[in-house]
């Protein structure tokens, strides 16, 4: 005749809606729940206790939560900077437009000893195809001949990008005095 329910699900604790230990018992709760949700966490309190507000009240304590607030929060998407034109205009030919940079050092083993030796990644704008040189140092003399190794294969280049690095502004000095004279 009534249902076969325990006593527990039968008489439910009532609980006023703004309490210490009710504010206490729907933090645990979530926790224990591995930081769950409003309804989930309403729905397991609702076997023992009925909260007066109960949504509300959980609500409240999941908004509370830090680790919820990062979890559920919008990835901020940063603004690409535009392209350079070079980038994006397509030639006949690979490396007209070139972008370089040096990265190293890295051990080699000449003879006996070790010595240190750097890269130089010239890459073409358009195509992507790219080319590696050995540089003994990271001067502008080591880029130089990296630079006349790499102009020997596929032609010279119409512009080259780099960043500002101490041996690109001193290979870009000594190319602009080789014009010159």
Not at 36 to 63: F, M, N, P
Request: hydrophobic share 45%.
């Amino acid at each position: 005749m009534f249902a076969n329910l325990p006593t527990e699900a039968k008489h439910l604790i009532i609980l006023p809606p703004s309490n210490s230990f009710v504010h206490r018992l729907v933090w645990q709760r979530h926790v224990d729940l591995m930081h769950a949700r409003t309804e989930r966490v309403l729905a397991d309190l609702r076997g023992q206790y009925w909260l007066i507000g109960g949504r509300r009240s959980v609500r409240k304590e999941i908004d509370r939560c830090l680790y919820c607030r990062l979890m559920s929060a919008t990835p901020i998407h940063p603004i690409m900077a535009p392209l350079p034109r070079e980038r994006l205009t397509c030639s006949l030919a690979a490396f007209v437009n070139v972008s370089v940079d040096c990265f190293g050092p890295f051990q080699v083993i000449v003879g006996r000893a070790l010595r240190k030796r750097y890269g130089c990644l010239f890459t073409c704008m358009a195509f992507r195809a790219s080319h590696l040189e050995v540089l003994d140092s990271l001067d502008a003399n080591s880029f130089m001949l990296a630079l006349r190794r790499f102009i020997a294969r596929p032609g010279r280049p119409s512009t080259i990008f780099s960043d500002n690095g101490r041996n690109f502004v001193a290979a870009e000095k000594l190319i602009r005095d080789e014009e010159v004279s």
